[in-house]
T-cell receptor, first 114, second 114 residues
Framework: AQSVTQLDSQVPVFEEAPVELRCNYSSSVSVYLFWYVQYPNQGLQLLLKYLSGSTLVKGINGFEAEFNKSQTSFHLRKPSVHISDTAEYFCAVSESVGNEKLTFGTGTRLTIIP | NAGVTQTPKFQVLKTGQSMTLQCAQDMNHNSMYWYRQDPGMGLRLIYYSASEGTTDKGEVPNGYNVSRLNKREFSLRLESAAPSQTSVYFC?????????????FGSGTRLTVV
């Protein structure tokens, strides 16, 4: 079975500074990887996904993530954050064959400091 | 707007009471899911339905039952609510071919059991 680890439960960042949110996964088979964002009192929205091909994927709102198979990581980055990026971010994994259920990490709360 | 609709948005129950959380999607998706979200634990799968007429247990099914009423609707029932079921519940749906489309989430039901 797959699992996801987000080691940072909270990340405070100054406005316009860069940010990296870390995600590591574990699976015995090849996987698909996702990042979701949850704004306060809302549901989750898909930010970006890695399916295959280029290991650097770009998503909405200037976010990007890099898939690193050898390190089993899928870290999320943004070069310059804005107040509007304040939200909780979830990394998720699904196996690429058969099982299409998503397994989520515990989330990282990103707080932007003006 | 097309999407996933959950009702109610808020609910307070007394221990031992029962209730049903409703979920409907209008995107003609085959698969539907119920997750609960608790602080520091991310989203955990309660039950899912890969297609109309089928349901399966997820990671935390105890104390819950589900019904896939038709292709659009997937309800979650608490027969005898307990304080441990205080949580935010999210319904989601996906098309076969999860990697291409990801999940679409509802806006959640915030349940408090006293």
């Amino acid at each position: 079975a797959q699992s996801v680890t987000q080691l940072d439960s909270q990340v405070p960042v100054f406005e316009e500074a860069p940010v990296e949110l870390r995600c590591n996964y574990s699976s015995s088979v090849s996987v698909y990887l996702f990042w979701y964002v949850q704004y306060p009192n809302q549901g989750l929205q898909l930010l970006l996904k890695y399916l295959s091909g280029s290991t650097l994927v770009k998503g909405i709102n200037g976010f990007e993530a890099e898939f690193n198979k050898s390190q089993t990581s899928f870290h999320l980055r943004k070069p310059s954050v804005h107040i509007s990026d304040t939200a909780e971010y979830f990394c998720a994994v699904s196996e690429s064959v058969g099982n299409e259920k998503l397994t989520f990490g515990t989330g990282t709360r990103l707080t932007i400091i003006p | 707007n097309a999407g996933v609709t959950q009702t109610p948005k808020f609910q307070v129950l007394k221990t031992g009471q029962s209730m049903t959380l409703q979920c409907a999607q209008d995107m003609n998706h085959n698969s539907m899911y119920w997750y609960r979200q608790d602080p520091g634990m991310g989203l955990r799968l309660i039950y899912y339905s890969a297609s109309e007429g089928t349901t399966d247990k997820g990671e935390v099914p105890n104390g819950y039952n589900v019904s896939r009423l038709n292709k659009r609707e997937f309800s979650l029932r608490l027969e005898s609510a307990a304080p441990s079921q205080t949580s935010v519940y999210f319904c989601a749906s996906s098309e076969i071919g999860l990697p291409t489309y990801g999940y679409t989430f509802g806006s959640g039901t915030r349940l408090t059991v006293v």
